[in-house]
């Protein structure tokens, strides 16, 4: 099943600032780059701008790796697929546009859409005479296009690189990942572990990759597993699964909201094909409205299979956005963004300690006193008070975490493994909670409430980063989960082992031992 795309959605075609004059008197060019969903071009019947209307004859397209046709030749064989992500150069055989705003309009035919057209306005700027990165458009990521940059940045800083233009893999595998390659930052990879993990789908010993360049962070985590191995492993459960893309509709008055939140859990049913026609993964759950002033914010909340999936509810979301707004009869809706700010995509958030962002995981386990004071020379008593004490300290500060430093296992193995690291700004929430057992034993858990992690897509496909979840066995199909109660572990060990070290003041001297450099 495909989607409608609604003329508001079809402006997010049209790539804003591509407007631009051709050198030599070379016409006028413009970009389109499909964020929609993949459809067969079979027709340019006209570009417009300014209110000049130029034919196919006027028109040619670069389709991109030296596919360059004239517009009059797009029908044959079927047309062309225009794939997600894809981007098509438009070139107009006119004369050269002034600086300004310019309306422009295409009128074209797609598969299985029929006659579309996309009206926007861009701007013709002074041309930038700013040094640039080079770049080659043909292959970025051949060895002469990242040579001419490494090149670059050693005339243009004046230094000599030795380390950082060392690699070990085909850049071509980057695409998608980073642009303007130009070399690696080696990472230390230091192993802990086994850890020991009794989860629904982690169950066994893992050996933990971490990627840090903070001395004493492998061993403090090593010293914890050490101890939660000891004590039978730590038991993981990965308790909810959701990712979300959350936009706004804006209208007249609260009333319109109103109705328009009503309408959308009415029919949503109706909504959730349109959403999910976008992929063979995504799945949307549910959506929930949230009213304030004028506007009406959206969250839906999908699951994504084995990837993190912003990108996935994105493309997923336009689809049912565009939906709702060609079939609402309702209030006019007068304006629509895909994001609002409320899925609190890179940020810590109240609603994703609340609501889920990714995988919601408990890591717990009952340490044996005898074992936690001959290792840690604390007792649970101990540890229990200091959790009350600190959790005072998180209320007044207002953390996002009552917890020591998730952050640190979580980041560490986000490098590792090719997770997105901006990610940790959600993923480090943490609720931690402690208590001595009937038997004088200490009971630990920790929940995260918003964890993103990917055992598909991002940069999980990439060299060393695949390995490293290789070395886990979390590679192919339906294996995040397993990757999210491994990660869920390892935090606890390490919330066990600095919450020992604080209490029994071992802290600082454990750093001048394992973390001086200076």
């Given at each position: 099943?495909?989607?409608?795309?609604s003329?508001?959605l079809l402006?997010?075609?049209?790539?804003r600032?591509?407007?631009?004059?051709l050198?030599d008197?070379?016409?006028?060019?413009?970009?389109?780059?499909?964020?929609?969903?993949?459809v067969?071009l079979?027709?340019?019947d006209?570009?417009?701008?300014?209110?000049?209307?130029?034919?196919?004859?006027?028109?040619?397209?670069?389709l991109?790796?030296g596919d360059?046709?004239?517009?009059?030749?797009?029908?044959?064989d079927?047309?062309?697929?225009?794939?997600?992500?894809?981007?098509?150069?438009?070139?107009?055989?006119?004369?050269?546009?002034?600086?300004?705003m310019?309306?422009?309009?295409?009128?074209?035919?797609?598969e299985?859409?029929?006659?579309?057209?996309?009206?926007?306005?861009?701007a013709i700027?002074?041309?930038?005479?700013?040094?640039?990165?080079?770049?080659q458009?043909?292959d970025?990521?051949?060895?002469?296009?990242?040579?001419?940059?490494?090149r670059f940045?050693?005339?243009?800083?004046?230094q000599e690189?030795?380390?950082?233009?060392?690699?070990?893999?085909?850049?071509?595998m980057?695409?998608?990942n980073?642009?303007?390659?130009?070399?690696?930052a080696?990472?230390p990879i230091?192993?802990?572990g086994p850890?020991?993990?009794n989860?629904?789908?982690?169950?066994?010993?893992?050996?933990?990759?971490?990627?840090?360049?903070?001395?004493?962070?492998?061993?403090?985590?090593?010293?914890?597993?050490?101890?939660?191995?000891l004590?039978?492993?730590?038991?993981?459960?990965?308790?909810g699964?959701?990712?979300q893309?959350?936009?706004?509709?804006?209208?007249?008055?609260?009333?319109?909201a109103r109705?328009?939140?009503?309408?959308?859990?009415?029919?949503i049913?109706?909504?959730?094909?349109?959403a999910?026609?976008?992929?063979?993964?995504?799945?949307?759950?549910?959506?929930?409205?949230?009213?304030a002033?004028?506007?009406a914010?959206?969250?839906?909340n999908?699951?994504?299979?084995?990837?993190?999936?912003q990108?996935?509810v994105?493309?997923?979301?336009?689809a049912?956005?565009?939906?709702?707004?060609?079939?609402?009869?309702g209030?006019?809706?007068k304006?629509?963004?895909?994001e609002?700010?409320f899925?609190?995509?890179?940020k810590?958030?109240q609603?994703?300690v609340?609501?889920?962002?990714?995988?919601?995981?408990?890591?717990?386990a009952?340490i044996?006193?005898?074992?936690l004071?001959?290792?840690?020379?604390?007792?649970?008593?101990?540890?229990?008070?200091?959790?009350?004490v600190?959790?005072?300290?998180?209320?007044?500060?207002?953390?996002?975490?009552?917890?020591?430093?998730s952050?640190?296992?979580?980041?560490a193995?986000f490098?590792?493994?090719?997770?997105?690291?901006?990610?940790?700004s959600?993923?480090?929430?943490?609720?931690?909670?402690?208590?001595v057992t009937?038997?004088?034993?200490?009971?630990?858990?920790?929940?995260i409430?918003?964890?993103i992690v990917a055992?598909?897509?991002?940069?999980?496909?990439l060299?060393?980063?695949?390995?490293?979840?290789?070395?886990l066995?979390?590679?192919g199909?339906g294996?995040?989960?397993?990757?999210?109660?491994?990660v869920?572990?390892?935090?606890?060990?390490?919330?066990l082992s600095?919450?020992?070290?604080?209490s029994?003041?071992d802290?600082?001297?454990?750093h001048?031992q394992y973390?001086?450099?200076?």
């Open positions: 099943m495909i989607f409608t795309p003329p508001m402006k997010l075609l049209y790539t600032g591509s407007l631009r004059n050198p008197n070379g016409g006028v060019a413009f970009s389109l780059k499909n964020r929609l969903d993949t067969r079979t027709r340019i006209h570009v417009q701008v300014n209110g000049h209307r130029l034919g196919p004859e006027s028109i040619t397209l670069d991109g790796e360059v046709r004239p517009a009059t030749e797009l029908g044959e079927g047309g062309v697929e225009f794939q997600v992500g894809r981007s098509i150069t438009v070139r107009l055989h006119t004369e050269a546009l002034p600086e300004g310019h309306p422009v309009q295409l009128q074209f035919a797609a299985p859409f029929g006659d579309l057209s996309v009206d926007v306005e861009d700027v002074q041309q930038d005479s700013r040094v640039k990165i080079p770049r458009d043909s970025d990521y051949s060895e002469a296009a990242i040579q001419a940059r490494q940045a050693q005339d243009f800083s004046g690189f030795e380390h950082i233009t060392k690699y070990s893999f085909d850049p071509h980057l695409q998608g980073c642009e303007h390659f130009t070399g690696v080696q990472i230091g192993l802990a850890l020991r993990v989860g629904e789908h982690a169950q066994g010993d893992f050996l933990i990759p971490m990627a840090t360049t903070e001395g004493t962070l492998v061993a403090s985590y090593n010293r914890g597993m050490q101890l939660l191995n004590c039978g492993g730590v038991k993981c459960t990965v308790i699964d959701a990712m893309r959350a936009p706004v509709f804006v209208f007249d008055d609260a009333r319109g109705d328009f939140g009503r309408w959308v859990e009415e029919n049913e109706k909504i959730r094909p349109e999910e026609s976008t992929s063979r993964v995504a799945k949307l759950q549910y959506i929930d409205t949230y009213l002033n004028k506007f914010y959206l969250r839906f999908f699951s994504t299979g084995d990837a993190a999936g990108n996935m994105g493309r997923a979301t336009f049912a956005c565009s939906w709702i707004l060609e079939n609402y009869r209030a006019p809706i304006h629509f963004y895909l609002s700010n899925a609190t995509d890179k810590a958030s609603i994703n609340m609501r889920t962002r990714g995988k919601r995981v408990v890591a717990e009952v044996k006193r005898d074992i004071q001959q290792r840690m020379r604390v007792t649970p008593e101990q540890l229990a008070y200091h959790g009350q600190s959790n005072v300290g998180a209320f007044i500060s207002g953390a996002n975490n009552n917890g020591a430093h952050a640190n296992g979580i980041t193995m490098i590792a493994t090719g997770q997105d690291v901006a990610n940790v959600e993923s480090s929430a943490g609720i931690i909670y402690s208590e009937p038997e004088k034993d200490l009971y630990l858990s920790m929940t409430p918003s964890l055992t598909h897509g991002g940069g999980t496909g060299a060393t980063q695949n390995e490293c979840l290789k070395m066995n979390c590679v199909r294996t995040v989960n397993k990757f999210a109660e491994i869920a572990g390892v935090v606890l060990a390490g919330e600095l919450a020992s070290a604080i029994s003041s802290w600082v001297s454990s001048e973390g001086r450099n200076r």
